[in-house]
């Protein structure tokens, strides 16, 4: 049975704390380590820390210095590490790169900015519109920001890339029937596409803000196996069924059956929506 182990490093990182949050990220790929995972995973925006304020536009390059340094302490293990990039126009992103051997190997940027309540993200981040897939040995792994999955779009597109893991950072915080709406999207998105999900929120509290936490994985037939804790601090090592994926497409054939014609009917349709709001 084809197995990945993956390590949910579920932090409480703080906004504007780069040296703080470097300290923690690196303690966990340690403790990553100790574990003989394949993969760690952090929060979105780990090394700067998640909020609300212009904070985000004066610390950019030290949250890229700090960056630097946990790239040169990744030898074999797979790392993901959210964080602000910086493109060459000066613009920003909500990113998360794929790290090994102490080099960027892989980069994706969040495509679906939030913008209500406590979030600002438009204010300074400008959106991604790519979907790509990583290789991580012979495993095939999507990338998803937050919000991201509670679009059917991306981790659709993903699946139709040949991602075998869909692979989720969040920020998300703790409100009434949080819980229940973030197992909802992950259990439907892993029904979708008959894919396992791996999720790895923020927790702890930060200016009157309480995170969630709650990192999980969700199998392939949309089960959730484990969960890490609720609003505190918790490192999640999960072993991921691979094989899963593959058995239950043998039966199940929406992926097989899927038709170009009715793709491009979705996308007329949007058009039309379009049309109707100029």
């Not at 003989?36 to 780990?46: D, H, Q, R």
């Not at 910086?86 to 920003?92: A, L, Q, T």
């Not at 981040?125 to 919000?147: H, M, N, S, T, W």
């Not at 969960?227 to 929406?254: A, I, Q």
């Amino acid at each position: 049975m084809k197995k990945l182990r993956v390590f949910l490093a579920q932090l409480s990182t703080k906004l504007g704390d780069v040296k703080g949050n470097e300290e923690k990220i690196l303690e966990a790929l340690e403790a990553a380590k100790r574990e003989k995972v394949n993969l760690l995973v952090t929060p979105e925006l780990s090394t700067l820390g998640y909020g609300s304020g212009d904070i985000y536009l004066d610390k950019v390059n030290e949250n890229l210095e700090s960056l630097e340094r946990i790239k040169e302490r990744v030898d074999d293990l797979y790392s993901i590490i959210g964080y602000v990039e910086k493109d060459n126009y000066g613009f920003f992103y909500n990113s998360a790169c794929l790290i090994n051997k102490k080099s960027i190997i892989g980069n994706y940027r969040k495509v679906q900015l939030v913008n209500y309540r406590l979030f600002d993200e438009k204010r300074y981040f400008k959106r991604g519109a790519k979907l790509p897939v990583f290789d991580i040995g012979d495993i095939k792994i999507g990338i998803l920001i937050c919000e991201d999955v509670w679009f059917p779009e991306p981790s659709r597109a993903m699946a139709l890339r040949g991602a075998d893991l869909i692979v989720v950072l969040g920020a998300s915080p703790f409100e009434r029937f949080k819980k229940e709406v973030w197992e909802n999207f992950l259990i439907q998105r892993a029904r979708d596409n008959i894919l396992p999900f791996v999720f790895c929120n923020q927790a702890g509290c930060q200016d009157g803000v309480n995170y969630l936490g709650y990192s999980m994985y969700v199998s392939a037939a949309g089960k959730i196996v484990k969960t890490g804790k609720l609003l505190e601090e918790d490192y999640v090592v999960v072993e991921v069924d691979l094989e899963e994926s593959r058995r239950l497409r043998r039966r199940d054939t929406r992926l097989r059956e899927l038709r170009r014609e009715i793709l491009e009917e979705l996308l007329r349709a949007y058009d039309e929506m379009e049309d109707d709001r100029a």
